[in-house]
């Protein structure tokens, strides 16, 4: 037996016992190794109807997504009809934000890496019409710059929106005809849909989620956020074995299954690149254009993750070892399912071993209180971090918008340390305690961002 048929049989076995260790309901795997590719499934999509999650079902696959839209603006860049270093404004004159120098400044490169420095989460519904995106532009005009275009890196997918704005206007079509067009034909991607329209006509999975803190997780009452997101990451859904084959398609280098070219090896290489660093919060170590970069001492891995409402999806990419690993599941616990599969599936066919989850250091000195604590603001939450009277610090964030509307629980946790200016959560959050971290300087020596992938600015308490 193959190492990899060993890995297959591993995977059937396993991976029903480990979704309901996790909670989570349901989920489809699918990997490859050069030509060989596995797939499998377990659970259920929907646990108030029963119906079980197949090879074959369709998952959301949330973030995951806004590698789709920069690979069709690299098509666009291989056609010489877009320039990375251009001005948003060279392709969309009416492009306008709070700050206005801000957004005359902001290139097509600062979207694809999340340096555009406004604010990122921004869920406006402008309706289920081909013209949303262009209703969704126009309304950023009053959506504030946190920082300089190119100073930092924060998670932006209001960026992607207008990245997806930029394919549609240079093609002429609407974004989801653009997807269908140059990236599900040309790839064959038979089992993906745009919408719930298309979704209805397959076997597709309904996220869960939990309602209150500690109680059962249960069906989502909304299945997608609005179609003006659909450029970062609101509405596409696919089997694990469609998300697959894109990513076989950047294995090797550009060329779909038959062979034809969808997207340059050199623009393939360019994703790929890294442009911005990360802070240290245990996730990638910087980004480059639309991929995350995950690179460990001697191999480089790509990806992306990507959570909806209640469904989160894994993307891993190992060229040098021509091996890629797709995990979709529908709510529960599914990052601590992310680290055990990766863990064996790159280990052994991509020598790739995962890190240790991250620990307080007993040995690092107090936390800085007088630096960290204050109020730290986004569209999506308020985020208070105070001390108490025994000195122990603690964070409590209250949702607001569109993730307060979708039900999303508050959260308080003790921060602990970790090293320098990360911190751990003393609490869990999703089956794991994800690092944050206090950057920058207000100019009385205290954070003036929180950071969790996204840099929520301090504001006055």
């Known amino acids: 037996m ?15 016992d480990l979704l309901a260790e996790n909670q989570v309901p349901g989920a489809a795997v699918a990997l490859c190794a050069g030509a060989a590719t596995v797939d499998a499934a377990a659970g259920l999509l929907n646990t108030v109807t029963g119906v079980e999650a197949t090879a074959d079902s369709l998952f959301q696959i949330g973030s995951i997504t806004k590698v789709l839209t920069t690979t069709l603006a690299m098509q666009l860049v291989d ?87 930029i394919v549609e206007v240079v093609r002429g079509r609407p974004f989801d005809d653009c997807v269908r067009a140059h990236l599900f034909e040309p790839l064959g991607l038979t089992h993906a849909a745009n919408d719930p329209y298309d979704a209805i006509l397959h076997r597709t999975a309904v996220g869960h989620v939990e309602r209150e803190p500690g109680g059962p997780f249960e069906p989502t009452r909304v299945w997608a956020l609005a179609r003006s997101n659909a450029p970062a990451g609101s509405m596409l859904a696919m089997r694990a ?21 969808v997207l340059s090896q050199e623009s393939v290489l360019a994703m790929r690149q890294p442009q911005v660093a990360q802070p240290d919060l245990d996730q990638g170590t910087g980004w ?15 990806g992306h993750d990507g959570n909806t409402i209640g469904q989160s999806a894994f993307l891993r990419v190992v060229p040098e070892r021509d091996v890629a690993l797709v ?20 280990g052994e066919l991509a020598g790739v071993e995962p890190g240790e989850a991250p620990r307080p250091d007993p040995a690092a000195p107090p936390l800085d209180a007088a630096r960290y604590a204050g109020t730290y603001l986004s569209s999506t939450s308020r985020t208070t ?45 999703g089956g794991v305690r994800a690092p944050l971290a206090f950057l920058g300087d207000d100019g009385q020596g205290r954070a003036r961002y929180l950071h969790t992938g996204r840099a929520d600015r301090r504001v006055p308490s």
């Open 2 to 16: 193959s190492k990899l048929d060993e890995i297959a049989a591993w995977l059937r076995r396993r991976l029903p």
């Open 79 to 165: 056609e010489g009809a877009l320039r990375l270093d251009a001005p948003v404004r060279a392709y969309l004159p009416g492009f306008r934000l709070a700050d206005d120098d801000a957004a005359r400044r902001i290139t097509v490169r600062q979207l694809m890496c999340h340096v555009a420095g406004f604010e990122g989460d921004v869920f406006t519904d402008t309706g289920k019409g081909d013209d949303c995106l262009e209703k969704y532009v126009g309304l950023l005009r009053e959506v504030p710059q946190l920082f300089e275009p190119g100073e930092l890196f924060s998670y932006n997918n209001a960026g992607f929106c207008v990245l997806g704005r």
């Open 241 to 261: 074995r469609d998300l697959l084959a894109f990513a076989r398609m950047h294995l090797a280098g550009g060329l779909s299954p038959d062979g034809r070219a």
């Open 288 to 302: 480059g254009l639309g991929w995350e970069l995950f690179h460990r001492p001697d191999r480089a891995v790509f």
């Open 327 to 346: 995990i979709l599941t529908n709510g529960g616990c599914p990052k601590p399912v992310f680290r055990e599969l990766a863990g064996r599936v790159l």
């Open 385 to 429: 971090v105070s001390q108490d009277a025994d000195g122990r610090l603690w964070l409590d964030r209250t949702p607001l918008g569109v993730t307060a509307g979708l039900g999303a629980a508050p959260y308080r946790t003790e921060l602990v340390a970790w090293r320098g200016d990360s911190v751990l959560p003393a609490e869990p959050e």
